[in-house]
C-alpha cells in the first residue's frame, strides 16, 4: 500500500483546524497530525478516537512547531486573535504595556502567525506543491490606503499571511494557499444585540454599520472548513479563496431569520457608536468589531480582493459541498433567542 500523506493542523481541537481534521481523516490516503496546547484535553481525545495523532505543540514555541511539522506534506494554519483579546492575564499585561488589548491581541497573532510561517520554512521540501493552506483575512489597513488601521484581527493575519511569508520565503510563499472565511454563522452568540435584537413590539431587529443590501460572506465553519479547505488541496497553489457558504445581505439574513421562525423583523443600518453600545460592557470588544462591520461595508470583507469562491472549485471539477445561510438557519435550534 502506498505510503499515505501527513497532513498537520494547527488549531485541530478548534472549530476551523476541527474541521479540517475531521474531513482528511475521512479519506484514508491521509494521516493527520493534531496540535494543540494539551494532548489530555476531550477534544484531542476525540480526534484520537477518530483516528488522529495528536501531538504537543504551542504556537509561542517555533522549535516546538518545527518538530510537530516534521514530514508534512500539507500544514494547516489557523491563528486565534480573541484569546489573548480576552483572558484577564493578557489584559492585565496589555495595561501593564500602556496599550489596548486590541493592539496587544494583534501582537501575539503576528508574532504566532511568524513563527508558524519559521516553522513551515524548515520543512518546505517535504510540503506538497500546494502543501501549505492558511487561514487568513484581508488586510483593512491596505485595502483603504490608511484610513482603518485598527481592525486588528484582519491585519494581525494578513501582515503575515501572505505579506511575510511573501517576503521571507519565496518557496514557502510558492506552495502556498490563502483561504479567507467569512462571517462565522454562529457570531450571532457573541454580538446578540447586533444580531436580533428584541424591539418593545416583539420584533427582532439586526442593526450594523453595513447597507442593508450589502452582500456579506457567511460561513458555517464547523461544518464547511474542511470541505473548503479539503477542496483547496486539489488545486494549485499560490491563489487565494473566501470560505462562504452563501455571500448574502444582513437585510437577507434578517428576513430568512423571520420566515423559517414566523416573526416580525427589520433591518436598521446604524452608525458606529450605536455598535458600540450594542456590544454591552466591554468597549474594546465594541471597537473592535464595529471598525470591522465598518469595513464590512466599505470597501468589503474581502477588501476588494478577487477571490475564489466555492462555485469557481465546483466549476474547476473539485467537489466542494457547502452550506447555505437558509441551509443553516432551518438546521438551528432558535427557541434561547426566541425566547429573549
Ligand atoms: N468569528 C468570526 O466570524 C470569524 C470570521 C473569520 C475569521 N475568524 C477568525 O477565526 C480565528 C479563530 O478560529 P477558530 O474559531 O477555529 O478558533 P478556536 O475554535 O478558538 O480554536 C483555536 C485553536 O487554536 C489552538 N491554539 C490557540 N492558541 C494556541 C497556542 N498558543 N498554541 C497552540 N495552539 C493554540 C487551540 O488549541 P488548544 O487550545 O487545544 O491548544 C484551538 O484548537 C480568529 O483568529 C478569528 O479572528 C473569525
Not at 14 to 32: C, E, K, M, P, T
Not at 100 to 118: F, H, L, P, T
Not at 300 to 317: I, P, Q
Request: glycine share 8%; hydrophobic share 35%.
Amino acid at each position: 500500500m502506498a505510503e499515505k500523506k501527513l497532513i498537520c493542523v494547527i488549531g485541530a481541537t478548534g472549530n476551523q483546524g476541527g474541521s479540517v481534521a475531521r474531513r482528511f481523516l475521512q479519506d484514508s490516503r491521509f494521516a493527520v497530525r493534531a496540535l494543540t496546547r494539551n494532548p489530555g484535553s476531550p477534544a484531542a481525545q476525540a480526534l484520537k478516537d477518530l483516528g488522529a495523532e495528536v501531538v504537543q505543540a504551542e504556537l509561542e514555541d517555533v522549535e516546538s512547531l518545527k518538530s510537530a511539522f516534521q514530514g508534512a506534506n500539507i500544514i494547516f494554519s489557523v491563528t486565534q486573535y480573541w484569546e489573548p483579546f480576552f483572558r484577564p492575564d493578557c489584559r492585565a499585561k496589555a495595561a501593564e504595556l500602556g496599550i489596548s488589548c486590541r493592539k496587544y491581541a494583534y501582537d501575539v497573532e503576528y508574532r504566532q502567525g511568524k513563527n508558524i510561517a519559521d516553522a513551515a520554512a524548515t520543512v518546505v521540501d517535504s510540503l506538497d506543491d500546494n502543501g501549505f493552506l492558511v487561514s487568513t483575512l484581508s488586510h483593512a489597513g491596505k485595502a483603504t490606503s490608511g484610513k482603518m488601521t485598527e481592525v486588528y484581527h484582519f491585519d494581525s493575519k494578513a501582515d503575515i499571511f501572505p505579506q511575510y511569508v511573501d517576503e521571507k520565503y519565496p518557496e514557502l510563499a510558492k506552495k502556498m494557499s490563502c483561504i479567507h472565511t467569512g462571517y462565522f454563522n454562529t457570531s450571532h452568540q457573541i454580538l446578540p444585540n447586533s444580531y436580533f435584537q428584541k424591539q418593545p413590539d416583539g420584533s427582532f431587529q439586526m442593526r450594523f454599520p453595513v447597507r442593508e443590501n450589502r452582500p456579506i460572506p457567511h460561513h458555517d465553519v464547523v461544518g464547511d472548513t474542511g470541505n473548503f479547505v479539503y477542496a483547496v488541496s486539489q488545486m494549485p497553489p499560490g491563489k487565494a479563496y473566501m470560505a462562504a457558504g452563501s455571500i448574502v445581505s444582513f437585510g437577507e439574513y434578517i428576513r430568512l431569520f423571520g420566515e423559517h421562525n414566523n416573526v416580525p423583523v427589520s433591518y436598521k443600518q446604524v452608525t458606529f457608536d450605536d455598535m458600540v453600545a450594542d456590544t454591552l460592557g466591554d468597549e474594546a470588544t465594541g471597537i473592535e468589531v464595529a471598525n470591522m462591520y465598518v469595513y464590512a461595508d466599505d470597501p468589503g470583507y474581502d477588501g476588494g480582493m478577487e477571490l475564489l469562491t466555492a462555485e469557481d472549485l465546483r466549476k474547476a471539477g473539485i467537489d466542494c459541498p457547502m452550506t447555505t445561510l437558509e441551509e443553516w438557519i432551518k438546521k438551528q435550534d432558535w427557541s434561547h433567542v426566541l425566547a429573549k
